[in-house]
């Protein structure tokens, strides 16, 4: 039976009600993408695990920062080789009680540190449209996972970007939710104001169904919160009443690839030809400082959680002829470019005589670009742009340069320090590979989003199957 389910175009929706009419059983599905990472993921790199699970339900991949009892978790970093949690992060426990058995743990850039999932100690992935091209990072093992058919549904962590960029250049759905409406509990820290995890998908209604089990107040995670309301599914393709703003700065903003651009445009045509009432808006600070602003507060907090990373606790451990060395050697050992980038940076910004010029000046900052997203919001019900600047690079063509790379995040970096929720969805295509449209919506918006991206979904018809495999 698993060897004719068709991994490729299976949603979890799909998968979900096949097995509540019992045309094939939890066994079959789970052994069925098995048989496809076996098939495909030696080419991919999307796992850096597979795990034995009893899950009798639609089968997830979790990314590698996301604490799972019993089985490895590393960030993509070799300083905690060998680190197996003893619990279950909240999100893991949770997914796990709605029955959906563990496939493995899937690759990330070291600490979810970058957009290109390059920056892994473990190797890079690939995108599944071209194998010689990036998947976007943090996140880019789940990505490319979901649109691989190796699982029908992730999840991912955003910081900066982290799942919206990689869905974007995979030509997937991928949603950052609202801050503080899902537990970061056992989740490894990156940068804990901006740190949060969400569902990489098919289809934003298998996002929307993942987000409703994930989602909620957590007694473990004081920054949690209850939904306001319950996560509805959505359906049909209206967006009468619907107020879409075009933020100018986010669609013109240096960089933006001319293929994007079109695609994106003709993706705003499409909501005008469903109802909704579009117009122009601006975000003119939040665009200009949020790149500066967020490699201010990032890299602060990045240096102070990844302080605890000693060699005493947990992980790698160096030896030394002093306490103060076996630290130095395993730090210096343990963590790759990327994450030494962030720490020295962040601790310089947090250094005495600088933390007001920078980390403290920062959060200023941001105060503003809330507040301008907020006045944008009472304008408008979301907010439009492409998810990224470009279509998927090559791999090793940013891999020297910092700043380029860093620019992969620059449209969606800040909602995210907003705290806003923003949902990509694949817009068409520029030279053959995968657009994506971002939208941003207010505080827990999450149900007006899924409304939006279902209805342009369906008028956008995109096939989410790469061309290669069709």
Request: charged share 20%.
């Amino acid at each position: 039976m698993a060897a004719v389910i068709d991994t490729l175009r299976l949603t979890a929706e799909g998968a979900k009600d096949l097995l509540k009419r019992g045309e094939l059983t939890g066994a079959e599905l789970r052994a069925a993408y098995l048989d496809a990472i076996a098939e495909r993921d030696g080419e991919l790199h999307c796992f850096l695990r597979t795990a034995d699970s009893d899950g009798d339900g639609v089968p997830i991949a979790l990314k590698d920062v996301i604490s799972t009892k019993g089985v490895e978790t590393t960030a993509g970093s070799r300083i905690l080789d060998g680190y197996v949690p003893v619990f279950d992060a909240t999100v893991a426990a949770r997914v796990k009680a709605a029955g959906l058995g563990l496939l493995g743990k899937t690759n990330t850039d070291e600490f979810a540190m970058g957009s290109s999932t390059e920056n892994s100690a473990y190797g890079p992935s690939r995108n599944p449209w071209d194998p010689a091209r990036v998947p976007g990072g943090s996140g880019g093992g789940s990505a490319a996972a979901v649109t691989a058919g190796l699982a029908p549904w992730a999840l991912g962590s955003d910081t900066g970007g982290s799942i919206k960029q990689p869905s974007a250049l995979c030509g997937n759905v991928g949603l950052r939710p609202t801050y503080g409406s899902v537990s970061r509990y056992g989740v490894v820290a990156f940068a804990s104001s901006l740190d949060q995890v969400g569902p990489v998908a098919k289809t934003v209604r298998d996002v929307a169904l993942l987000y409703s089990i994930i989602a909620g107040r957590d007694p473990l995670d004081s920054t949690t919160a209850e939904l306001p309301e319950a996560v509805r599914l959505p359906e049909g393709d209206s967006l009468a009443g619907v107020r879409v703003g075009v933020p100018t700065e986010l669609n013109e903003a240096e960089g933006i690839e001319p293929g994007v651009r079109e695609a994106v445009q003709r993706a705003i045509e499409f909501a005008e030809e469903l109802g909704a009432e579009v117009g122009e808006c601006s975000l003119p600070r939040s665009v200009r400082y949020g790149m500066p602003c967020y490699y201010l507060i990032a890299p602060a907090e990045a240096s102070s959680n990844l302080a605890r990373y000693d060699g005493v606790r947990f992980g790698k451990r160096a030896e030394g002829a002093s306490y103060q060395e076996m630290v130095d050697r395993t730090r210096d050992e343990g963590f790759g470019p990327e994450p030494k980038r962030r720490i020295m940076l962040g601790t310089y910004a947090l250094s005495s005589g600088y933390y007001d010029a920078f980390y403290g000046q920062a959060q200023k900052v941001r105060t503003l670009i809330i507040e301008e997203h907020r006045e944008a919001l009472e304008r408008f019900d979301v907010l439009v742009s492409p998810t990224s600047p470009t279509v998927a690079f090559k791999i090793g063509e940013r891999a020297a340069d910092p700043l380029a790379m860093y620019a992969s995040d620059l449209l969606t970096i800040p909602s995210c320090l907003a705290g806003l929720p923003g949902l990509s969805i694949p817009c068409g295509l520029s030279a053959g590979l995968p657009v994506g449209l971002q939208l941003i919506g207010p505080q827990f918006g999450e149900n007006l989003l899924f409304r939006v991206g279902h209805a342009l979904e369906q008028a956008l018809g995109f096939d989410i199957v790469p061309e290669r495999w069709r």
